[in-house]
């Protein structure tokens, strides 16, 4: 009798453990594209393709192999666009006696798995999903007991577990867990940047590319050019790419942002690491390699391998925790519902307008202009912290539930009262003026709190803190700046909330 085993569109690794024991006379391989999958938010046009054609070109890559596989395309005339219904009609096709499934990234995807078993008298293997360098039961454990759950502590025990960075002796290279410090530079006045690797879109993408045009062109983004990777061979050229020219200076100018630089020296993997075209471990590895071979700094190197042994595990391990009420949490208590500019750019504040457009081109900012700039924003602003979720779940190629969640709603938001973070990422102009050069472009002046060319960053600063006194100003890493508010003069404060109240009242203005 049949097996099933059934890929879902982020599991596109040939060693993912559902396919670990396939048996290629009896098993089977069922992948399907489907609109409510592609539509419960309005994904990016560009992401659309992009997980589309990579689902293609995996199943034509395990085709070429002989697996056994049934492909159901977005337009296949019997398509329900359901996946459990497209499941369901394989099962009374062809009657298989088992399925074999790994467990979703999503915990919505995650519960309608574990309703199939009953809904299709046919038991269900949910397998743990083997990509991941910490395993949940291995998370849950650490984070069991604890009262505050803090990633560099989660970061330093598996640093000694995959036995990266550490010396002989068992210590941190270089003496020190955590080289953060030398990786806040700001951007220099002439820098140049390596180009990245292009790979024009085949005749298979050319297809995706016609459909998603046809069905979700009122979606979020532009759709051309599209040169993303596709596949295993050309993540990992990308990747080898990174550690050649990039690699080096990513520490240094991991927090700088520039005009018309959307990605300076930041790997660009996380949509393939998301997806399963890289592989984690793998990454972080050749990046010890880059440093043993003095090809690339300490600072760089454990900066780049923090960011996926460390934060990446840890905001998986978080969600899982947390989820289903992590994703209701509104510590705040804010409810202000997303500008238009956030789909627009049309905005007087460069430095908003410059990272909405460059996430319309390419589905992809990096971290500090996720968080620092449109995330800063909706803290300050007190945006709805579920309207902000769904617009990163939307806009970004690398975006899934389980990274997203965590990252806006703890991260960005605050919204998880410090379940994430130790305080909230927020920041005045005077920040986004030393990291990048969006101000000098810019109708508004970052050195202005007051008045009408002040930087809106500067007054919903001040009001944010005034406005959420009572639940930040215990916070002992926020003692110096509610010190700071409260010698401000109290005419002064009342200018700057009148203003902010201003502004915020004609926000889609
Ligand atoms: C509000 C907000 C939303 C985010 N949403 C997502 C998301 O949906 N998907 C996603 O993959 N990342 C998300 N991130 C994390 C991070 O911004 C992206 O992983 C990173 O910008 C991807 O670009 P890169 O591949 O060039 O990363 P690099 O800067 O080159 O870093 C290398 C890798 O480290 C990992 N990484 C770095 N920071 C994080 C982090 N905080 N959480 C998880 N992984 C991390 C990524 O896999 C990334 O590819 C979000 C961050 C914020 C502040
Ligand atoms: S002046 Fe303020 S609004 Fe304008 S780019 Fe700078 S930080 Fe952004």
């Known amino acids: 009798m049949v097996t099933l085993r059934i890929i879902l569109g982020d599991q596109l690794s040939q060693n993912i453990s559902s396919l670990s024991d396939f048996d290629s006379e009896q098993d089977h391989i069922l992948m399907a594209e489907v609109m409510a999958e592609a539509t419960y938010v309005p994904h990016h046009q560009k992401k659309l393709v992009f997980v589309f054609s990579a689902m293609r070109h995996f199943a034509a890559q395990l085709q070429a192999q002989n697996y056994q596989i049934t492909y159901i395309k977005l337009e296949d005339p019997n398509n329900s666009q359901s996946l459990t219904t497209e499941v369901q009609r394989w099962c009374s096709a062809y009657s298989p006696s088992k399925i074999i499934i790994t467990e979703s990234g999503e915990y919505r995807v995650q519960e309608f798995i574990k309703s199939w078993q009953d809904l299709l008298h046919i038991p269900v293997e949910i397998r743990a999903d083997n990509r991941f360098l910490c395993t949940l039961e291995e998370f849950m454990q650490w984070a069991d007991g604890k009262k505050q759950l803090r990633m560099e502590f989660f970061y330093r025990q598996m640093r000694k577990k995959h036995q990266l960075l550490m010396t002989a002796d068992g210590l941190p290279e270089g003496g020190s867990w955590n080289f953060d410090k030398e990786n806040r530079k700001p951007p220099k006045k002439a820098m140049s940047f390596p180009n990245r690797l292009s790979f024009p879109a085949d005749l298979l993408t050319q297809e995706v590319i016609t ?24 993540a990992a050229e990308t990747f080898k790419y990174f550690l050649e020219h990039c690699l080096a200076n990513f520490g240094n100018y991991q927090d700088a942002m520039l005009m018309g630089e959307p990605f300076l020296y930041h790997s660009v993997i996380s ?110 602003a007190g945006l709805d912290p579920q309207e902000v979720s769904n617009w990163y779940l939307a806009v970004y190629a690398d975006a899934y539930e389980w990274v997203e969640l965590p990252n806006t709603m703890g991260m960005a938001l605050y919204a998880d009262g410090g379940i994430v973070g130790s305080k909230p990422y927020a920041a005045s102009g005077k920040y986004i003026k030393r990291m990048s050069n969006f101000c000098t472009d810019c109708q508004y002046d970052s050195q202005e709190t007051i008045g009408e060319k002040a930087c809106p960053f500067n007054f919903l600063y001040w009001y944010f803190l005034e406005k959420n006194q009572n639940l930040l100003a215990s916070n002992p890493r926020m003692t110096n700046i509610y010190a700071t508010l409260k010698r401000m003069d109290r005419s002064k404060i009342e200018i700057i909330q009148n203003q902010a109240n201003n502004f915020l009242d004609n926000l889609n203005f």
């Open 211 to 234: 459909m998603v045009k046809k069905r979700a062109n009122h979606h979020f983004g532009d759709i051309e050019p599209f040169d993303y990777a596709l596949n295993n061979i050309q």
């Open 271 to 380: 949509l393939y690491l998301n997806v399963g075209l890289l592989d984690p471990l793998d990454c972080c590895l050749k990046a010890q390699n880059a440093y043993q071979q003095q090809k690339a700094p300490l600072n760089a190197v454990e900066g780049f391998i923090r960011q996926i042994l460390g934060w990446r595990e840890f905001i998986r391990g978080i969600y899982w925790l947390k989820m289903p009420t992590y994703k209701q949490l509104n510590h705040l208590q804010v409810n202000r519902a997303l500008p238009e500019f956030y789909w627009s750019a049309q905005t007087k504040m460069n430095c908003l307008h410059q990272v909405i457009l460059q996430t319309r081109q390419n589905a992809y900012s990096h971290h500090i202009q996720r968080l620092m700039i449109t995330g800063n924003f909706a803290l300050l």
